[in-house]
């Protein structure tokens, strides 16, 4: 398939698509320094700006799939989604957050007692563009929150999927590699499961 990636050079971003390199994907990565990108088979590095619309919709257009891989609070939803729109890809994928995800019934994580103050404001926002996306009628879109935690790690191949509630392992931790979401946002784009969902990985 043919995918861009926006954000390749970020630490999700990046795994995104080495990961889609790997499964022989034609991906062009985009990124504000393309420079930044690692050299990768079929992947052509590209210089774009997230906040630039009507740019982003001329580098998605022609292509199978859109994954935004960008920092909420650095970004603007509406001209995310816009430009999703109006590059007419079949399908607009959105590295999301976990605060929206629930840790009790109706009780979302960035609404916690401890939840560290300096993540507030990306997690809220991060929220509030699932909102919109969940508000679209005609955009074919999924959101995949990772689990609390998001680090570096191994490329392990073994996770659990959820849906809108936080995943934790045995010991009540909650995490999930950049690697291993990777995977998970590949399956994702080569077998559907999720249209106009919002779905998350962690172990």
């Known amino acids: 398939m043919k995918i861009a990636v926006a954000g390749a050079s970020g630490r999700a971003g990046s795994e995104i698509t080495r990961e889609l390199s790997r499964r022989g994907h034609a ?20 210089k774009g700006d997230v ?47 976990a605060g929206s995800l629930e840790v ?33 009628k005609d955009l074919n879109w999924t959101f995949i929150s990772p689990s609390a ?14 849906s809108d509630q936080l995943l934790a392992d045995a010991n009540g931790k909650s995490w999930i590699t950049f690697a291993d979401y990777a995977i998970a946002l590949a399956d994702e784009i080569e077998r559907p499961a999720h249209l106009r969902q919002r779905f998350t990985v962690g172990y």
């Open 27 to 46: 991906v062009t990565a985009i990124a504000r320094n393309p420079e930044k990108i690692a050299a990768l088979p079929n992947v052509t590095p590209t």
């Open 51 to 97: 906040l630039d619309q009507a740019g982003l919709a001329r580098l998605w257009a022609g292509h199978d799939v859109a994954v935004s891989s960008v920092h909420f609070l650095v970004s603007d939803p509406l001209k995310l989604i816009g430009a999703a729109k109006d590059s007419k890809v079949g399908r607009y994928l959105v590295v999301g957050g």
């Open 104 to 136: 009790a019934p109706g009780l979302k994580l960035v609404t916690t007692p401890n939840f560290p103050t300096q993540y507030k404001a990306e997690a809220e926002a991060g929220s509030a563009f699932l909102d919109l996306l969940q508000q679209e």
């Open 149 to 162: 935690l998001f680090v570096e790690g191994e490329r392990t191949g073994k996770f659990r999927l959820g």
